[in-house]
Structure formats: structure tokens, C-alpha cells
């Protein structure tokens, strides 16, 4: 069957998708020009075609049915018969993919392209589209240093500042479901809501709408500069991008999810490392009130000083100068250098703190403050830290040496609080426990005086692998909570060679019951976990948490003499 040149597609996929319409004769009729062919399929009784079928009997009739069937299957492929999901949102008309039962929208923009003139400023609304936008395919990454080794959970292989785009997973049927919101990590500076490893269908068939977005990185997301500074009007931000077009999917997730089947008043944010440190600066803002109402905080964080906008301008003016710029560049100039010069010039200043900083407009204070005066969203929260947290710090140039300078004039009486261990096994567990244990049992401790809060420690390593690795790494956590091992095993990540072709019948009843630990604790605000232990709201004079291993269970909350003798330090030496 020959399509006429005048025949548009949205036509199209309107009678995909509306079935009662196309039963219609007079809706067949009306769409007749589209096919050459038409009367031969779907003839009136004006047409000698049918007056041929009244006239020849039901054989001649089941003849050209059967050509119908032929035809119809060939020309759409067998689409009409597994049908596109569509929703409409603000900007526009969407039409998704069905996946394993799941419908999947990918690749939608929720803000304009950060590119040009909007390029270092806050995000602005989506542009409109006409028709009817594929929402099948992934978008990009945003950019950052492309890597080989699947760190940050992949490989962002195509890349582009037009970036803002975020994904939706949604059961067939959803209505009024609780939502996740996932903030991948990897440094604020690497890492993409498009990577495998971030795939929500598990998490959306047990009944949740789950969305992942992306945000702006690196010097791109964090960046701050002098003449930056001088042009920005009163309410424009110095800073901080990255975290803003945080707060712009939430926004959006506000306006639009209901097209999706999600609760926007049920709204869980999540994320891991960079997504659970951005977690902790959300709820610690005044800007999100009413965005989420519940948060879990993976590997976040949370007593790290942040930088102030003096100390991240003159990052700005080291990067501008690698990039060939003179310390007088103006702000059209740093605009108009290519994305690749920026990442080029990155460089060497890549572990010196492209993330949130204090810039005085939206970031205003450093996020443990907002939790020690009681000031952060009061909302319920499940937060912990993984057993090898050390993994990450030494990957991105931290040393071992840094654990001498732990706890300042104390430092002995930590290490003697570890026993007797080898220098390097202090490293390992002093540097894990000193940037994500301590600050996750004394956020727990903070936010408990406000709302329900629930602590873990994640320790369980695949079958396969225990014995030769140290510990539960950084992020470790992700692919059983996503369930999402065999989609990292299909991606070929080099990083991920070495973990086995094949999962344990264990290690997948652990990730059956550590899913629905998070995917109830969004629906809830308290985490029911099908096959393992009961997990009680953290309370400061038990100090108990879930332990997360092959044998999951309560426990006291481990080197708790550590933690203490690390969060005196902390505030002794805060600013």
C-alpha cells in the first residue's frame, strides 16, 4: 500500500492510537486520500469495489479481507497491534514505547537547551513542539570527560549541551502511583540519567511512576567567573546550574506527571554519591518546599564544608586561561568557547570541586546547618553509606596519607580505635567512614528529631566476587536496588568484566527483597522489605540500622567511637 506525498504522519499515528476512531467508516472514508489504494481496503458502497463484493458473495469477501490483513500488517509492522503509549504534557504531544510491560518515555525535555545565550543561566521552560515527538530512544549525556571504564555507571557516548532531558517508567494501567525521582552520581562532573545501570522499569512493576533526569556538569553545571558575576541581574543565580535544573524536574515532575499516572503529592526523591549529596542540598533549601515528600540519600554526604563563589570564580579564571582566555574575558567571550575547549581545559582542575557551592542565591549555607538548626524539608528519609566507600575517594586522587589528618591532634587515638590494622586498611576504613558513615549517622540522628528516618550500612557483595574485592564499593548498591545487573552485563563495561556472566540464585532474592525495601518506602514512608528483616524507624538511644548483607539484619550502628571522635572534629574545625 503506496502513501500519497500529502499524507502527514502525525495522521498517522492518530489512527494508531486511537482504536475506536479508526472502526469508524466515516473516519476511513475521511482518510481515504492517504492511500492509493484505499477503496481495495475499506471501499463505500459508491465505489465499484464494493459493489463487486455484494454482488460476488463471502468467498470474495474472506479473499479480500485476507489481502486487507496482509497489507495492514506489512505497511505498519505489526504497530498497531502492540500499542505506542502516548501522554500529553505542557510542551507537547508524546508517544513512548511499551517495554517488558512498562511504558517508557524517553528523551523528554524539561527545560530549553542551555546552550548560547542561556548557556551559565538558570534553566528556563521547554520549548513547544508541533506533532507528535518520539519519546523511544534515549537522548544524550551531558557533556563531561568521556570515560571507558563504565565509572559513574556507563559510558556517556553521545554527548550535548542540549542536555535537559529526563525519562519516565510507568506501569500499563498507572493512576495516582507514588513516584521516585532518581540524581545519578558521579562527581557532579560525570554520570547520565540515560545509563543502563538508571533503567526504572524493575522499580516501576511494583507499582511506582519512576522518573531519572539529567543536569548540567562540571564547568558546565558549577561554573563561576568574575564576569559572569558582574553581568548577572539581582535574581540571576552565580552558580550552581546543575543543582537548579534539579529543582527545574522537580518542578516539571509537578506540573506534568499526572499525564503519566504519578501522585505528583507523593513524590520520592533519590539519588547515589553526587544525586545523594544533591538530595541533601534539596531538602536543605527554601526552594523546594512542596517538590518531594520523601527523600533517600545514598552515599551522600553531608558534613563536607562547601566552597564559597570567591574560591569557584577563581577556578573559573584558572579554567578560562586554560582554555586561552585572558583574566579580562568577558562573558560573551566564555560563552562562546566550544564545549570540547571546556572539558579540554578542565584538566587538572577536575578534583578541585566542580559542585555546589555557596554562591549566596541558591545555594545560601552550607546543608548541615539547614539539618542542625532543624531547618531541612520534614520529610521522612532513608539514608546510608556502603562498607568500601574508600573506592571512590582513592579513584579520584585522594591518598591513603589523607587518613593521617583525620580527626586533627586525635589522629592516633583514631587509629587506635580501628586495632591493630595495616596502614592501608585504616585508609580504607577511616577515609570510607570519615566522608559518608559519620555524616549518614549524624544526619539520621538529626533528621529523626523531625520526621521518621531509617538508617542502613550496605555491605553485600555478589556471590561470585566475595573473597577478592575489599568490600561493598561505592555504588554497589545501584544495580540491585534498579535490578538491573543483567542490563550492566549486556553493556559490555569494562569495569564490569570481572563480575561474572551469571548471578547467584541469592544474589537475586537480595535484590528482590533490597528493591522493594526502596520501592515501599516510596509508597509508604516506611520500608517493607518482602523476605527480610523488620526495619524500625532509627532512634537515637537504640542505634540500630538495617544491615544490608547475605545474612540482613539489625545491628548497632557499627565504630560508633569513631563517629563520635569524627563528628567532634568536624565542628571544631567547621566554618
Not at 77 to 98: D, K, N
Not at 229 to 255: H, S
Not at 329 to 338: D, I, K, N, P
Not at 517 to 546: H, R
Amino acid at each position: 500500500m503506496e502513501r500519497t506525498a500529502d499524507c502527514q504522519s502525525p495522521k498517522m499515528s492518530t489512527i494508531l492510537a486511537d482504536r475506536q476512531r479508526r472502526k469508524s467508516r466515516e473516519y476511513r472514508v475521511s482518510n481515504r486520500s492517504c492511500y492509493k489504494n484505499l477503496d481495495a481496503i475499506a471501499p463505500t458502497k459508491d465505489t465499484p469495489k464494493y459493489q463487486s463484493i455484494n454482488q460476488g458473495g463471502g468467498m470474495q469477501m474472506k479473499r479480500l479481507f485476507a489481502v486487507a490483513f496482509v497489507l495492514f500488517s506489512s505497511f505498519f509492522g505489526g504497530a498497531a497491534f502492540a500499542q505506542a503509549p502516548e501522554a500529553q504534557v505542557e510542551s507537547g504531544h508524546l508517544r513512548g514505547i511499551v517495554e517488558n510491560g512498562v511504558l517508557v518515555f524517553r528523551n523528554i525535555p524539561f527545560a530549553a537547551p542551555p546552550i548560547g545565550p542561556l548557556r551559565w543561566r538558570a534553566p528556563q521552560a521547554a520549548l513547544a513542539w508541533e506533532g507528535v515527538r518520539a519519546a523511544e530512544a534515549y537522548g544524550p549525556a551531558c557533556p563531561q570527560p568521556d570515560r571507558t571504564d563504565g565509572g559513574g555507571g556507563g559510558r556517556a557516548s553521545v554527548q550535548s549541551e542540549d542536555c535537559l532531558q529526563l525519562n519516565i517508567w510507568a506501569p500499563e494501567g498507572a493512576r495516582d502511583l507514588p513516584v521516585m525521582l532518581w540524581i545519578h552520581g558521579g562527581a557532579h562532573q560525570i554520570g547520565s540519567a540515560v545509563f543502563p545501570i538508571y533503567d526504572g522499569g524493575a522499580l516501576a512493576k511494583q507499582g511506582l511512576v519512576v522518573v531519572t533526569a539529567n543536569y548540567r556538569l562540571g564547568p558546565l553545571g558549577y561554573f563561576a567567573h568574575p564576569a559572569l558575576t558582574k553581568e548577572a541581574g539581582p535574581e540571576d543565580p552565580l552558580g550552581n546550574y546543575g543543582f537548579l535544573d534539579q529543582i527545574a524536574a522537580l518542578e516539571w515532575v509537578q506540573r506534568n506527571i499526572t499525564a503519566f499516572g504519578g501522585d505528583k503529592s507523593n513524590v520520592t526523591l533519590f539519588g547515589e554519591s553526587a544525586g545523594g549529596a544533591s538530595s541533601i542540598y534539596l531538602m536543605a533549601s527554601t526552594k523546594t518546599k512542596g517538590l518531594f515528600h520523601r527523600a533517600i540519600i545514598q552515599s551522600g554526604g553531608g558534613l563536607q564544608q562547601p566552597t564559597r563563589l570567591a574560591f569557584q570564580e577563581q577556578q573559573g579564571l584558572l579554567l578560562a586561561q586554560a582554555a586561552g582566555l585572558s583574566a579580562e574575558a568577558s562573558a560573551g567571550e566564555l560563552r562562546a568557547l566550544t564545549t570540547q575547549a571546556l572539558l579540554d581545559s578542565q584538566g587538572p582542575l577536575r578534583g578541585a570541586g566542580f559542585g555546589p557551592f555557596v554562591d549566596g542565591r541558591a545555594v545560601t549555607e552550607a546543608p548541615w546547618r539547614a539539618f542542625a538548626d532543624g531547618r531541612a524539608q520534614n520529610v521522612p528519609l532513608m539514608l546510608g553509606w556502603n562498607d568500601h566507600e574508600a573506592s571512590v575517594l582513592l579513584a579520584l586522587g585522594v591518598t591513603g596519607d589523607a587518613a593521617n589528618a583525620l580527626g586533627g591532634e586525635r589522629n592516633q587515638e583514631l587509629r587506635s580505635l580501628y586495632g591493630d590494622i595495616s596502614q592501608e586498611e585504616f585508609a580504607r576504613r577511616a577515609l570510607g567512614d570519615a566522608f559518608f558513615g559519620t555524616p549518614a549517622v549524624w544526619m539520621a540522628q538529626a533528621q529523626a528529631k523531625q520526621a521518621p528516618t531509617y538508617l542502613y550500612h550496605f555491605t553485600y557483595i555478589l556471590e561470585r566476587r566475595r573473597g577478592s574485592v575489599p568490600g561493598a564499593s561505592h555504588g554497589s548498591e545501584i544495580p540491585f536496588i534498579f535490578q538491573t545487573w543483567d542490563k550492566l552485563l549486556g553493556a559490555n563495561l569494562s569495569a564490569l568484566a570481572n563480575i561474572g556472566a551469571v548471578l547467584s540464585e541469592q544474589d537475586r532474592q537480595f535484590s528482590t527483597m533490597i528493591s522493594s525495601c526502596w520501592a515501599s518506602f516510596a509508597k509508604t514512608g516506611a520500608p517493607s522489605c518482602a523476605g527480610g528483616p523488620e526495619w524500625q524507624a532509627y532512634d537515637p538511644k537504640t542505634d540500630q540500622l538495617m544491615l544490608f548483607a547475605p545474612d540482613s539484619a539489625v545491628r548497632a550502628v557499627p565504630n560508633r567511637p569513631q563517629y563520635d571522635l569524627m563528628v567532634d572534629w568536624f565542628f571544631k574545625t567547621a566554618r
